[in-house]
Each structure stands twice: as structure tokens, then as C-alpha cells.
């Protein structure tokens, strides 16, 4: 298999951690673990002949080599390659599972995402609002926050990076939060549980600010608002889904098919030796969309 791209995901930088994980921690001198799509250039499978456009666990590399265990057909005709990373890949079905399931969400609810100019937020979004939401947008920087509401059509954007979200988010939630999708963890984690309603669910996608953090950090201060208004946080993993991710992209195509979703990518383009510099564009959030390392240079 010839990769042409490569997935760039924040987890990356928690898997390079020698710590218990959901995943064993990638060892040094060991193949990057990284999603990617590409190109079968040799097989002896009858289920992926020479030619078939493929997703799978095929790590930082210009070519892989599998038995097929884990491997997905894409249709390239459904949507261009770097899509099936994003909207159509493990960041569209984090956020599909994350809101359908973990989330509970209902039309009507009061949906907050942060991360949300990224690829699962992004995508968490538009979902929230073709299931009748209001959807709250938390990004860094103007742009970003104008993608939300102008290309998005999300009903408000929070920049966190200006002024206090504590005060922006009683105007953009009048009512009170439902639904918390959180990507980024601390600070505005903490802001967003001051103002959850009874019965409201914190889904923990991710924690993007603390994953260079040398030291534990603090948990939220606000944590007894989940006690006050009776409302649950849990944790989700989107490996727990694999039986049902025909049934998330299924949904995610449908929509994309009619229009009804946005998928962005950025693509760096360059080599596997681009890689690190690559991974640190998601730390500066210099990425709007799903992040996609497009190789170039793949001889
Ligand atoms: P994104 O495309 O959202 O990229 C990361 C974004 O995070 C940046 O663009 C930046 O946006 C923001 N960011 C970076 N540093 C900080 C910070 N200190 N504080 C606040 N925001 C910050 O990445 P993904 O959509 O791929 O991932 C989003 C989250 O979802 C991550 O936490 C990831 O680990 C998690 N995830 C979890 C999965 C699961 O199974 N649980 C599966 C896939 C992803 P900005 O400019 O707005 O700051």
C-alpha cells in the first residue's frame, strides 16, 4: 500500500508518552502510530486487489504492508482521499458517537463545543445542528470563530483567547448548557461547568491543552456543579465503536451527500520527515479543519 496521507491527531503526542494508555505508548525506534489512506500497490488479498483506494493503521510510512486485519475500502468517488481522515474517518465518527451516544443529545438542547474550528469539533457542530440544536462554538482567534457562524452556521462563537468566556457564554447560553462536548480540558472546561443544567452530560472527547503538561494538573474547581444539577460526565474512546462505524459513516456520507455538511481539510504537505513540525501545527492551532499530512514527496 502507497500512502498519500497521513493523519495528524493531538493523541499522537499523548501515545509518545511511556504512561498506561488506552493504547500501549509508541516506543522509541518503533513505527509512529498514525492513521492513514492510500493505494494498493501489490497484494495477494482478494478483498484489496492492486488499485483499491484503502484507510487503516498503517503508521507513519511512505508504504505499508498488512494482511488486511483493520483495513476499510474508501470510495474515492464519495469524497477526495484526505476527507475519509476527517469527516468520513475516526474524527466525523468521534463526533457522531460522541453526541448519539455518549452525549444523548436532543433537538432542543443547548450544545457547547470547544475545539470547535477543529476536525472533531468542527464536524460535532453541523451535527448539532441538523439534529435541531442551539450549537456554541469555543475557538481561538476571530477567523475561526467567523468559520462557526458565517460557513458553519453555528448560532455562536466564544474566541477564548479574548476576555472572559464566563461572561460570553451567559450571553451565548442564556438558558444554561445541555450538552458539553469538551476537546480541550482545562480552564475552559472549568468555565463551561459553572453554567451546565440539571441533568446535562460533559462528554470528555480530549484534553488538548494539558497534553504537554509535565506535572498532573488541577482538576476542574468547578466539579460540584455535576453534583448540584445531577448531570454526568463520561469519558469516550472511539475504538470502542469499531462494530458500529458503518453506521456512523453511513450518516456522516448521507449528510456530506446533501450538502448538509462542511468538510475542511488543511493539508501540510511534505515528507514522513515532516512529521513532528507537522504534529506541533495542532499545539499552535494553526489548523482550521482536519489536519492532514499530504505526502509529497513520496517517491
Ligand atoms: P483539532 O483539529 O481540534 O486540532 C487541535 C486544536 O486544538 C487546535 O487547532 C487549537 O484550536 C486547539 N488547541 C490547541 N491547544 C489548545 C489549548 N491549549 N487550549 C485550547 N485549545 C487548544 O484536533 P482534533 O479535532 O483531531 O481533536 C480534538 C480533540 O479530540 C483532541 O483533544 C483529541 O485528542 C480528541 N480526540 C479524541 C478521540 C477519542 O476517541 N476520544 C478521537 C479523536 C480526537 P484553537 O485555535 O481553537 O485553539
Not at 500500500?1 to 497521513?6: D, E, F, L, P, V
Not at 476536525?119 to 448539532?128: E, F, L, P
Amino acid at each position: 500500500m502507497r500512502t498519500s496521507h497521513i493523519s495528524i491527531d493531538p493523541a499522537m503526542r499523548r501515545w509518545l508518552n511511556d504512561v498506561r494508555s488506552y493504547v500501549p505508548p509508541v516506543g522509541i525506534g518503533e513505527v509512529m502510530r498514525a492513521h492513514a489512506v492510500g493505494e494498493v500497490t501489490a497484494s495477494r488479498h482478494p478483498d484489496f486487489p492492486v488499485g483499491t483506494h484503502v484507510f487503516g493503521d498503517f503508521g507513519v510510512a511512505e508504504y505499508a504492508e498488512s494482511d488486511g486485519e483493520g483495513v476499510t475500502v474508501i470510495d474515492p468517488a464519495l469524497a477526495p482521499a484526505p476527507v475519509w481522515l476527517g469527516a468520513l474517518g475516526l474524527p466525523g465518527m468521534t463526533a457522531y458517537f460522541g453526541l448519539t451516544d455518549v452525549g444523548g443529545l436532543r433537538p432542543g438542547d443547548t450544545l457547547v463545543i470547544s475545539g470547535a474550528a477543529g476536525a472533531v469539533g468542527s464536524i460535532a457542530g453541523q451535527i448539532g445542528k441538523l439534529m435541531g440544536c442551539r450549537v456554541i462554538g469555543i475557538a481561538g482567534g476571530p477567523d475561526k470563530c467567523a468559520w462557526l457562524t458565517d460557513e458553519l452556521g453555528f448560532d455562536a462563537a466564544i474566541d477564548y483567547k479574548r476576555g472572559s468566556i464566563d461572561a460570553a457564554l451567559r450571553t451565548a447560553a442564556p438558558d444554561g448548557v445541555d450538552v458539553y462536548f469538551d476537546n480541550v480540558g482545562g480552564d475552559i472546561l472549568d468555565s463551561v461547568l459553572g453554567q451546565i443544567n440539571v441533568f446535562a452530560r460533559v462528554v470528555l472527547c480530549g484534553a488538548i491543552s494539558q497534553y504537554n503538561a509535565e506535572s498532573p494538573s488541577p482538576g476542574p474547581s468547578r466539579y460540584l456543579s455535576l453534583l448540584v444539577r445531577r448531570a454526568k460526565m463520561q469519558g469516550l474512546i472511539i475504538f470502542d465503536y469499531t462494530d458500529r462505524y458503518p453506521e456512523a459513516v453511513a450518516a456522516l456520507s448521507n449528510w456530506l451527500r446533501r450538502g448538509g455538511l462542511i468538510a475542511r481539510t488543511h493539508l501540510a504537505d511534505g515528507g514522513i520527515e515532516d512529521f513532528g513540525d507537522t504534529l506541533n501545527l495542532l499545539f499552535d492551532g494553526a489548523n482550521t479543519g482536519k489536519l492532514v499530512l499530504q505526502l509529497t514527496h513520496n517517491p
